[in-house]
């Protein structure tokens, strides 16, 4: 079992920034990838970005360079650093964890969301 915990969003001004954490506790080992999604009402969750176990960071395209994944295994924890955030970012940001325990089965595990408001 694998517990996330995000925390980190807030209120901001266009242009500027927020730093997401999200805190992995539980059988941390056995966490893989891990992924930030974000979902605004009205449209499907979706991905912003992954990270690898070694750290290999990837990124979908509407971030446009502007965010930035990494993690610190010692800590258990993942961050989502964004800077130059429009309004269009507003959203609840959720923390997802690839994880295989054993077995022939891998889980999913996700966090309980963090809002990010983003003021034009």
């Known amino acids: 079992q694998v517990q996330l915990v995000e925390s980190g969003g807030g209120l901001v001004q266009a242009g500027g920034s927020l730093r997401l954490s999200c805190a992995a506790s539980?059988?941390?080992?056995?966490?893989?990838?891990i992924h930030w999604y974000r979902q605004t009402p009205g449209k499907r969750r979706e991905l912003v970005a992954s990270?690898?176990?070694?750290?290999?960071?990837n990124y979908t395209d509407f971030v446009k360079g502007r965010f930035t994944i990494s993690r610190d295994n010692a800590k258990n924890t993942v961050y989502l650093q964004m800077d130059s955030l429009k309004p269009e970012d507003t959203a609840v940001y959720f923390c997802?964890?690839?994880?295989?325990?054993?077995?022939?089965?891998?889980?999913?595990?996700w966090g309980q969301g963090t809002q990010v408001i983003v003021s034009s």
């Open positions: 997802n964890a690839d994880a295989n325990e054993g077995g022939d089965n891998w889980d999913d595990y």
């Open positions: 990270i690898s176990r070694g750290g290999s960071p």
């Open positions: 539980g059988s941390t080992d056995s966490i893989y990838d």
